[in-house]
């Protein structure tokens, strides 16, 4: 018997999710069976936690789109007893038990390893946020090396700053010599963002409205979590030649732009997926974030709680009251 969160949808209870024990005779098809060390709650968490959205495609189903742990057993030729691993993505969480509890058994081709020098706890303060974020920094510096854009040479926005994509990528960027600036809905956490290297900190009131086809040019490069207006006035303000790194879709799904400025100035709109991605990618994401996220902002971005608190907190990662991450210790 192991710890999980469970969800199931039924005619008589409804939608529910409870901390329950759960026979290991019950876990999925899969190749490979992980104790897990630690996980951690993301937006699409809260989702299938609260039922807030149909984010779960089957019942019963163990929510956690990302877990770090150690292999106890495996039938993958990569994978052996003893190997430790993070996954993430690949519909786990959805359609595939996740990572919310103490056992997960998953298809080994899902898994990639945990980096040198990372600790299970670190990968998941990073967690899919992290490594989203870092997807989106990536592409963006393909795109300045290929148009020589050199760290400092112009204002980098990071919409969505005081979750856990935009804080990790305030980080990331900031560590590499980049004049990044945070918006956010909550100023107060303006000290907080400073902290992890925002040079200047906006209300995000000054882009989720509509606004013009094409603002006035600021940014070099965009990292936006948000979607809607906030994404469609990051386009319309980048400078010429600039990049934007769509990830997210807090404010809505909806794009409501104008093509003036990928024709007029050359923006480039990368869509960065991180559900899918494929396992070289993956593996880079991970190496680097291994080498450049600084352990001390890592730390000051990240909470801690148990498989209970996660039940408490999905609701409040919905109405953005959650700073930074926030890891799970499923064996607390």
């Not at 969800?7 to 098809?29: F, H, M, Q, R």
């Not at 007893?81 to 899902?110: C, P």
């Not at 001390?296 to 039940?311: F, I, N, P, S």
């Amino acid at each position: 018997m192991f710890k999980a969160l469970l969800i199931n949808k039924s005619d008589d209870t409804g939608y529910t999710c409870t901390l329950t024990d759960v026979d290991e005779a019950c876990l999925p098809a899969g190749d490979v069976t992980v104790r897990v060390d630690w996980s951690t709650i993301n937006y699409k968490d809260g989702l299938a936690i609260t039922g807030k959205s149909p984010v779960v495609r089957s019942f019963p189903m163990v929510p956690g789109i990302d877990f770090a742990g150690t292999v106890t057993e495996s039938g993958h030729p990569r994978w052996k007893a003893g190997d430790r691993v993070i996954l993430n993505g690949f519909g786990v969480g959805e359609t595939h038990w996740g990572g919310l509890a103490q056992v997960a058994r998953v298809k080994g081709d899902w898994l990639v390893p945990l980096p040198d020098g990372m600790s299970p706890r670190e990968a998941m303060a990073t967690g899919t946020a992290g490594y989203t974020a870092m997807l989106c920094v990536m592409a963006l510096h393909k795109h300045w090396a290929e148009a020589g854009v050199a760290p400092g040479s112009g204002e980098v926005l990071v919409t969505g700053a005081g979750g856990g994509v935009g804080s990790v990528a305030i980080a990331l960027l900031a560590a590499q010599g980049h004049t990044v600036v945070a918006s956010t809905g909550r100023m107060a956490e303006a000290d907080y963002l400073r902290g992890l290297g925002a040079a200047d900190v906006i209300d995000r009131a000054s882009l989720s409205a509509a606004g013009k086809p094409l603002q006035k040019e600021r940014w070099i490069g965009v990292v936006d979590s948000v979607g809607s207006h906030t994404l469609a006035n990051a386009c319309a303000s980048t400078r010429y030649g600039g990049a934007v790194a769509a990830c997210g879709l807090a404010q809505g799904m909806d794009l409501p732009a104008s093509v003036a400025p990928f024709i007029l100035r050359g923006v480039t709109l990368y869509g960065i997926d991180s559900v899918m991605a494929p396992p070289a990618r993956r593996e880079a994401a991970w190496t680097q974030l291994a080498k450049d996220l600084d352990r001390q902002k890592l730390a000051a971005l990240t909470t801690e709680t148990d498989l209970a608190g996660a039940l408490e907190a999905a609701p409040r990662i919905l109405a953005g009251q959650v700073r930074g991450r926030l890891v799970v210790n499923v064996n607390a």
